[in-house]
């Protein structure tokens, strides 16, 4: 199994809503990351865990929050979002904190009314 | 400010040719550098890789080119097929950086005409 699994593919959701997006691997991979890419910008690096445990977060507001229950799970707690949170939010991993090549889900694609 | 640039938004090319897709970068420690492919409603899929100790990593009909001194590495598809078609993405990254911390170009679209 060489695929990153990402649900829901797409979310709405209002200002004071709470949801979840979901990421799953079982490439046995030790490195998961959260990307959030807006329309005909690259992805940026939101959060990257390590070993399941949280290892860089990029200065993103606590109105995300991630949450890596065991090696092969990786989630993403939404709260209180605005207009502006609308993007793709890319999951990924890699084999190890070390290693360069990331592998991606396909993403979810959240509108925030 | 972008550390990685790929100044052409897109690039049409004729089946069978050659496509060459082109990334600058300005942070002189990057030691690794990416290529990613797209496809709409799909995730970036790794494609190939160069280390900054080489100036060519080939795959097939995929060959990376690094020049360190000009920080330019182009990606060049031989032959280029209709499937070949999606935007892509060039990465780099550092150990001193974190080896996991990519810095993604902003994409370019190649479109293979048949």
């Known amino acids: 199994d060489t695929e990153v699994t990402q649900t829901p593919k797409h979310l709405v959701m209002g200002m004071t809503n709470k949801k979840s997006l979901k990421c799953e691997q079982h490439m046995g991979h030790r490195a998961m990351y959260w990307y959030k890419q807006k329309a005909k910008k690259p992805p940026e690096l939101m959060f990257v865990?390590?070993?399941?445990?949280?290892?860089i977060n990029e200065s993103v507001p606590s109105r995300f929050s991630p949450e890596c229950p065991n090696s092969s799970l990786l989630n993403l707690h939404l709260h209180a979002l605005q207009p502006e949170d609308s993007a793709l939010y890319l999951c990924?991993?890699?084999?190890?904190?070390?290693?360069?090549?990331?592998?991606f889900g396909p993403g979810t694609r959240l509108t925030v009314t | 400010d972008q550390q990685v640039k790929q100044n052409s938004p897109s690039l049409s090319v004729q089946e069978g040719r050659i496509s060459i897709l082109n990334c600058d970068y300005t942070?002189?420690?990057?030691?690794?550098f990416l290529w990613y492919k797209k496809y709409p409603a799909e995730g970036p899929t790794f494609l190939i890789s160069?280390?900054?100790?080489?100036d060519k990593n080939e795959d097939g009909r995929f060959t990376v080119f690094l020049n360190k001194s000009a920080k330019h590495l182009s990606l060049h598809i031989v032959p280029s097929q209709p499937g070949d078609s999606a935007v892509y993405f060039c990465?780099?990254?550092?150990?001193?950086?974190?080896?996991?911390?990519?810095?993604f170009g902003t994409g370019t679209r190649l479109t293979v005409i048949p």
């Open positions: 990465a780099a990254t550092s150990r001193s950086t974190g080896a996991n911390n990519l810095f």
């Open positions: 160069i280390s900054s100790i080489k």
């Open positions: 990924a991993s890699s084999q190890d904190p070390a290693s360069y090549e990331q592998y």
């Open positions: 942070n002189s420690m990057f030691d690794y």
């Open positions: 865990y390590s070993y399941e445990k949280l290892s």
